[in-house]
């Protein structure tokens, strides 16, 4: 007569145990709550290298965040700008030219996997020029399929530039990103988050400025 209790035991344990593994894994969380979802992005892009060690402002890469409701992708050619000289890493490029001087020679072009990713995408060759192999520009692109980190209910209603212009940092929503090896999702990001950011702005302003953060529901709801 035990053994159903047994196995009724039994089958609980082994649910449970998933659930501890899981949500050691998956960080359980609410429905809606995204909070350190870090999706894999095309090219291991490190926020820490850009915007840490060299300072690389947001919107620099980031510059519809200020005039546009969308932060958005930033453009490939605007990584460009800098990735047309450097295309590899700092070290790997100075070993090569270390080694042309030593071998009396030119330094090699030094590409990493990486950014070649990067030059497919925009059609380059080994060059850094258009590649020509197909019949028209169009068809020798790749576009990088960037993954969104942040993502709000089609219910929601976010403007970036109301938020820019009231001086409110990137790393007060997105949290410390010049540290993020991998961007992750750093707030909730829930209703209950955003009311309570604008009473508290409200209260005390944004970078010492008086602002009037509104708690009207049809601001973000409508």
Same mark, same amino acid.
């Given at each position: 007569?035990?053994?159903?209790? #047994?196995?009724?035991?039994?089958?609980?344990?082994?649910?449970?145990?998933?659930?501890?593994?899981?949500?050691?894994?998956?960080?359980?969380?609410?429905?809606? *709550?995204?909070?350190?979802?870090? &999706?894999?992005?095309?090219?291991?892009?490190?926020?820490? =290298?850009? /915007?840490?060690?060299?300072?690389?402002?947001? %919107?620099?890469?980031?510059?519809? !965040?200020? $005039?546009?409701?969308?932060?958005?992708?930033?453009?490939?050619?605007?990584?460009?700008?800098?990735?047309?000289?450097?295309?590899?890493?700092?070290?790997?490029?100075?070993? $090569?030219?270390?080694? /042309?001087?030593?071998?009396?020679?030119?330094?090699? &072009?030094?590409?990493?996997?990486?950014?070649?990713?990067?030059?497919?995408?925009?059609?380059?060759?080994?060059? =850094?020029?258009?590649?020509?192999?197909?019949?028209? &520009?169009? $068809?020798?692109?790749?576009?990088?399929?960037?993954?969104?980190?942040?993502?709000l209910p089609d219910y929601v209603y976010f403007d970036h530039r109301a938020h820019v212009a009231a001086g409110v940092t990137c790393q007060h929503c997105?949290?410390?990103?010049?540290?993020?090896?991998? #961007?992750?999702?750093?707030?909730? =990001?829930?209703?209950?988050?955003?009311? *309570?950011?604008?009473?508290? /702005?409200?209260?005390?302003?944004? %970078?010492?400025?008086?602002?009037?953060?509104? =708690?009207?529901? !049809?601001?973000?709801?409508?």
């Amino acid at each position: 007569m035990r053994q159903p209790y #047994v196995t009724v035991a039994l089958i609980v344990g082994l649910l449970a145990g998933g659930v501890l593994l899981a949500g050691s894994a998956m960080r359980l969380r609410l429905p809606g *709550n995204q909070q350190g979802y870090a &999706p894999e992005q095309p090219i291991a892009f490190s926020h820490r =290298l850009h /915007a840490d060690e060299l300072q690389i402002h947001c %919107q620099y890469c980031h510059s519809a !965040a200020g $005039e546009s409701r969308h932060a958005g992708f930033p453009a490939a050619d605007a990584c460009m700008r800098c990735h047309k000289f450097v295309t590899a890493s700092f070290n790997v490029m100075q070993k $090569e030219v270390q080694k /042309a001087d030593a071998e009396k020679r030119q330094p090699l &072009p030094v590409v990493s996997d990486q950014l070649r990713k990067l030059y497919d995408a925009m059609g380059l060759n080994e060059k =850094l020029e258009p590649s020509g192999d197909s019949p028209s &520009p169009a $068809e020798s692109l790749k576009p990088l399929r960037w993954v969104r980190v942040h993502n709000l209910p089609d219910y929601v209603y976010f403007d970036h530039r109301a938020h820019v212009a009231a001086g409110v940092t990137c790393q007060h929503c997105h949290g410390p990103v010049e540290s993020m090896q991998t #961007v992750e999702q750093f707030s909730t =990001l829930s209703m209950g988050w955003c009311v *309570n950011c604008h009473r508290d /702005a409200t209260a005390h302003g944004v %970078q010492g400025k008086s602002v009037d953060a509104s =708690l009207d529901c !049809a601001t973000c709801h409508y």
